[in-house]
């Protein structure tokens, strides 16, 4: 595809966003929804004016770093290290129940095989499937009606990053009994370990450093522009050398950096481009990746059963979690509600078992229809659970300073 062709893709892909995002609002619905329809509306599965290709997806994923990197300027230090076993209990349990039940539904619809056998390891696989948070679209939303920086703000980011890394340990294991190559788990877990050490050694000196530089050129551009050097470099750190996720090397760099006082003009900063262009671009890609060409009525009642499981599923485990940690029931909805969403780790999942051999590409219908159901559903829903005070705890819904 020649350059220019991709040019005429982000000037659809922009606008229409933005006319959707905007009559989403108009309707009371976040603008997360309009923009992820609009890429459903002008991509393949409709008018077929835009496409998923390399140039967008590149795009795309700078909205989300952008995106995690914002809520990690956001978040208070305390808080998230008051929230860390809450979050950590909820992302152990939103990882084992929808795992069970999405190994439960495959078994029910193509047949409980025995332990070993090909059968079963697509069974587990999709249950591993449904295990990943995208948490992209809620930190979306919770910035939107003004509750990224609540105390369940940061439970459920926290969460949702601890989810991807215990997601990619059980990813590491099954792939690795399935063909027999041992599972090297623990080399996954030695590298998420020395990842979030050195990240906190290296970080507290990096801390120190932007501070001295805040401080004798404050509100400065320059300040903007190595904060963003160190969160694109922290991403790639994390994807290439340790085998994490890159967002959540760009929330770490958030972190580092939430305490520094032009933290908030960082975050202004950073938000300009990220809102106007790489944020729209990443919502409407949801809505690009969708093809259902493919689909027959079998297909179609697993799709369905699948997307409930993966749903359900969160809703027990996080929200249980939440709940025996002396959350409200409403707080526990809205926590296992958080975690609903799935979006790119889902996909990458999704490869991951298809390069193996463990499931078809057929496979990836129901895990795209899981994607774009929770992408509309879980910013609707978080609005209406918000939009009245009552079942909410005063403490844990009161926004919290950064600078505390």
């Not at 084992?96 to 696989?125: C, D, H, N, R, S």
């Not at 801390?207 to 470099?233: G, N, Q, V």
């Not at 079998?298 to 369905?304: D, I």
């Amino acid at each position: 595809m020649e350059i220019y062709e991709n040019l005429r893709d982000l000037a659809v892909i922009i606008a229409a966003a933005e006319v959707f995002g905007l009559i989403a609002r108009k309707i009371r619905l976040p603008q997360v929804v309009g923009q992820i329809i609009a890429g459903l509306i002008i991509g393949p599965c409709v008018l077929g004016w835009a496409g998923n290709t390399d140039y967008i997806k590149i795009f795309a994923e700078v909205g989300v770093v952008l995106l995690m990197f914002s809520a990690g300027l956001g978040t208070n230090l305390k808080t998230l290290i008051k929230t860390g076993p809450v979050a950590l209990l909820m992302a152990t349990l939103g990882v084992a129940v929808p795992m069970l039940l999405g190994t439960l539904v495959t078994m029910i619809f193509y047949g409980f095989e025995a332990v070993g056998t090909a059968g079963f390891y697509k069974a587990l696989f999709i249950g591993v499937i449904m295990t990943a948070t995208s948490v992209g679209i809620t930190v979306q939303t919770l910035k939107e009606l003004g509750k990224l920086k609540t105390e369940i703000g940061t439970t459920i980011v926290s969460a949702a990053i601890i989810d991807d890394v215990i997601g990619i340990i059980v990813l590491t294991v099954v792939i690795g009994v399935a063909k027999g190559t041992g599972t090297g788990a623990g080399e996954i877990l030695l590298k998420t370990l020395l990842f979030f050490v050195l990240s906190g050694v290296v970080g507290f000196g990096l801390y120190k450093l932007f501070s001295f530089l805040d401080s004798k050129y404050p509100h400065m551009r320059r300040i903007t522009i190595f904060s963003l050097a160190l969160c694109f470099a922290l991403s790639y750190i994390a994807e290439k050398y340790f085998g994490i996720a890159d967002i959540t090397g760009a929330y770490v760099a958030g972190v580092i950096l939430c305490n520094i006082k032009d933290s908030g003009y960082v975050d202004s900063r950073v938000n300009i481009s990220s809102y106007m262009f790489f944020g729209p671009i990443f919502f409407a890609s949801i809505g690009l990746k969708t093809d259902i060409s493919g689909m027959t009525w079998e297909l179609f009642a697993f799709s369905l059963s699948f997307v409930a499981a993966a749903l359900v599923g969160k809703i027990i485990g996080c929200g249980f979690a939440a709940k025996v940690t002396k959350h409200t029931w409403k707080e526990s909805l809205i926590c296992g509600i958080g975690m609903m969403t799935r979006g790119e780790v889902a996909l990458i999942v999704s490869q991951k078992g298809l390069d193996a051999g463990i499931i078809t590409a057929e496979d990836f219908t129901p895990v795209i229809l899981l994607i774009i159901t929770s992408s509309v559903l879980v910013p609707i829903l978080l609005k209406v659970l918000f939009k009245s005070n009552k079942g909410l705890s005063a403490g844990k819904m009161a926004a919290i300073s950064n600078n505390d």
